[in-house]
T-cell receptor, first 113, second 111 residues
Framework: DTEVTQTPKHLVMGMTNKKSLKCEQH?????MYWYKQKAKKPPELMFV???????INESVPSRFSPECPNSSLLNLHLHALQPEDSALYLC????????????FGSGTQLSVL | EDQVTQSPEALRLQEGESSSLNCSYT??????LFWYRQDPGKGPEFLFT???AGEEKEKERLKATLTKKESFLHITAPKPEDSATYLC????????????FGGGTRVLVKP
């Protein structure tokens, strides 16, 4: 299995909602990442987990809360988002060291109303 | 400040018309340069990693090369299915051990 699976593929939420994005990989990778991508822009790093510990937080607002329950799963909890948070949210994984070849999921397209 | 710049921003090609994309970087302590392909609404797909000047890698119609200041992605005799956004990214240890992406080049290959 060489896939990173993200759910849901699409999400529409109001500014008062709480929702979660999920990411799963079964390649035995030990680093997992959340990126945010706006239309026609490159991906922007949000968080990195290495060996299930948060190793990089790119000064992301607290309305985004990451969680790594185990080595295969990565969640991103969303609360009180703003319309400008609408974007494609990408999960990625890499085998061991940080920023080796990244395997990306297909993303969750998020719209905040 | 470390920077990664891709050019051109967009490229329209006729099928079979070879061309090159550029990724220039002004960084110190480069640990690797990555090329990815991204289709609309999808995550980036890994193409190549280059580590040292003079290195070249090939995959089907794509060839990536690296110098001390830039990388080129050559597309030979492109087909419509090569239409995508091509992203380069550099891994710089000094930048908190993270990848810095360029802005991408959107390639459209017309039949």
């Amino acid at each position: 299995d060489t896939e990173v699976t993200q759910t849901p593929k699409h999400l529409v939420m109001g500014m008062t909602n709480k929702k979660s994005l999920k990411c799963e990989q079964h390649m035995g990778h030990r680093a997992m990442y959340w990126y945010k991508q706006k239309a026609k822009k490159p991906p922007e790093l949000m968080f990195v987990y290495s060996y299930e510990k948060l190793s990089i937080n790119e000064s992301v607002p607290s309305r985004f809360s990451p969680e790594c329950p185990n080595s295969s799963l990565l969640n991103l909890h969303l609360h009180a988002l703003q319309p400008e948070d609408s974007a494609l949210y990408l999960c990625a994984s890499s085998p061991g060291g940080l920023n080796e070849k990244l395997f990306f999921g297909s993303g969750t397209q998020l719209s905040v109303l | 400040e470390d920077q990664v710049t891709q050019s051109p921003e967009a490229l329209r090609l006729q099928e079979g018309e070879s061309s090159s994309l550029n990724c220039s970087y002004t960084v110190s302590g480069l640990r690797g340069l990555f090329w990815y392909r991204q289709d609309p609404g999808k995550g980036p797909e890994f193409l190549f990693t280059l580590y040292s000047a003079g290195e070249e890698k090939e995959k089907e119609r794509l060839k990536a090369t690296l110098t001390k200041k830039e990388s080129f992605l050559h597309i030979t005799a492109p087909k419509p299915e090569d239409s995508a956004t091509y992203l380069c990214a550099v891994h710089i240890k000094a930048a908190g051990n993270k990848l810095t992406f360029g802005g991408g080049t959107r390639v459209l290959v017309k039949p």
